[in-house]
Nanobody
Framework: QVQLVESGGGLVQPGGSLRLSCAASGSIFSINVMGWYRQAPGKQRELVSTINGGGRTVYADSVKGRFTISRDNTKNTVYLQMNSLKPEDTAVYYC???????????????WGQGTLVTVSS
């Protein structure tokens, strides 16, 4: 069993900052890509940012220059630093990780439960 637990969401004013964290726990041999997705009310879930084991990052155009993804492989944790937040960043943010549970197994995509980010004055 593998679990992803997110934290760090909340209410912030436009222009403010938040830092999300997502820790993976359980039976883990290795983790490849970790990332963040978000889903706003009435919209489909969309990619925010991903980072692979070597540190290569991908960002959605809407967050480039404002959000920074990072990871601590020793803690199986991924972070999302969000600066200059806008009302349109309001969404439930979900963590995702490609987890290999055993050396002989393939990678399995695992989702966290989500954390709500609300940007409003």
């Amino acid at each position: 069993q593998v679990q992803l637990v997110e934290s760090g969401g909340g209410l912030v004013q436009p222009g403010g900052s938040l830092r999300l964290s997502c820790a993976a726990s359980g039976s883990i041999f290795s983790i490849n890509v970790m990332g963040w997705y978000r889903q706003a009310p009435g919209k489909q879930r969309e990619l925010v940012s991903t980072i692979n084991g070597g540190g290569r990052t991908v960002y959605a155009d809407s967050v480039k220059g404002r959000f920074t993804i990072s990871r601590d492989n020793t803690k199986n944790t991924v972070y999302l630093q969000m600066n200059s937040l806008k009302p349109e960043d309001t969404a439930v943010y979900y963590c995702n990780a490609d987890v290999q549970r055993y050396s002989w197994s393939g990678y399995l995509g695992v989702w966290g439960q989500g954390t709500l980010v609300t940007v409003s004055s």
